[in-house]
């Protein structure tokens, strides 16, 4: 997933997906860590899950196989639209709403994207239109690879944790453990940042390149940052520490995952290194915490 040959594509998505997403947050009820406004990978592309409203609750599809977005309710009714390339972010925004209206579904977003590649209400976005299906297909054929090794690596471990799922403002796939230990927030910190890192965690995710690093590649943080976190060992060789906004992120490349002679295998030792380096240094009951397979 070479990031220069489909960035536009990647783009697009990222602000169709924010559009989604939005609607989750302002519908279903909140959760702790910001947890109900993230999508989850499908079979078939990235869904809400079920979202309540007044008559009962709907989902929201992406369909990457079928290249539509597709809304569901559980009255039976259901509408979709085609997605495909030269669909505008302004069109994919006008034709949501016009969909959810039909199925007697309202609601009203702040119609402006967070932390994304634009900054251009979304009603008033014609540039960004870019669908290539091939970059879809491989996006979505790898996010599913991916959730079945973070829900492997989830179920290792006894304490609080999210669920593997995908925030829209970054576009990556998380998963988060938690010590049970509140931490201190920045004076400076924002409501987001104040919900979401209340509490010590470890966090794990993948995604798909920015400017910063320009390839996919997993990572791993841990907040708040012990002392000498990046003198920890990662596995497997290829994977390093890097400095980012002042602290240190575990990065594993994503080619270098392809090339390992057991993928899956080296994936999840990274996650575990990068486990093991944050608990120790941050001082964890990690033994208490392993869940051990029978």
């Not at 989850?40 to 992406?62: A, D, M, Q």
């Not at 290792?156 to 201190?184: E, I, N």
């Not at 966090?203 to 791993?220: E, H, I, L, M, T």
């Amino acid at each position: 997933m070479p990031l220069e040959a489909w960035r536009s594509t990647k783009n697009t998505l990222h602000l169709y997906s924010q559009i989604v997403g939005k609607i989750r947050l302002m519908l279903h009820p909140r959760l702790n860590h910001w947890w109900h406004v993230t999508l989850y990978v499908s079979p078939r592309g990235l869904t809400t899950r079920k979202i309540p409203y007044e008559g009962g609750n709907f989902e929201i599809e992406f369909d990457f196989h079928e290249h539509k977005l597709k809304m569901t309710a559980s009255n039976g009714m259901s509408e979709d639209f085609a997605l495909y390339d030269g669909l505008t972010v302004a069109d994919f925004y006008s034709s949501i709403f016009s969909n959810l209206r039909k199925l007697g579904i309202s609601c009203s977003i702040l119609a402006t994207p967070y932390e994304a590649p634009s900054e251009t209400p979304f009603a008033e976005d014609n540039t960004h239109c870019s669908y290539d299906k091939e970059y879809v297909r491989r996006f979505h054929q790898i996010l599913v690879s991916v959730d079945s090794i973070l829900e492997e690596f989830r179920g290792r471990f006894y304490g609080k944790s999210t669920p593997v799922h995908m925030f829209w403002h970054s576009f990556d796939l998380a998963l988060t453990r938690f010590s049970g230990r509140s931490a201190p927030v920045r004076d400076e910190a924002g409501e987001v940042e104040r919900e979401a890192y209340s509490h010590e965690v470890i966090s794990f995710g993948f995604w798909f390149g920015d400017d910063n690093v320009p390839a996919p590649a997993f990572y791993s943080y841990t907040a708040p940052e012990p002392a000498g976190l990046a003198e920890e060992p990662l596995l497997p060789g290829t994977a390093k520490w890097q400095e980012s906004n002042g602290s240190h992120l575990a990065l594993l490349m994503y080619d270098d995952v392809r090339n390992a002679d057991n993928p899956h295998a080296a994936a999840l030792d990274f996650l575990e290194s990068a486990y093991q380096a944050g608990a120790k240094r941050a001082g964890w009951d990690s033994e208490g915490f392993q869940n051990k397979p029978n």
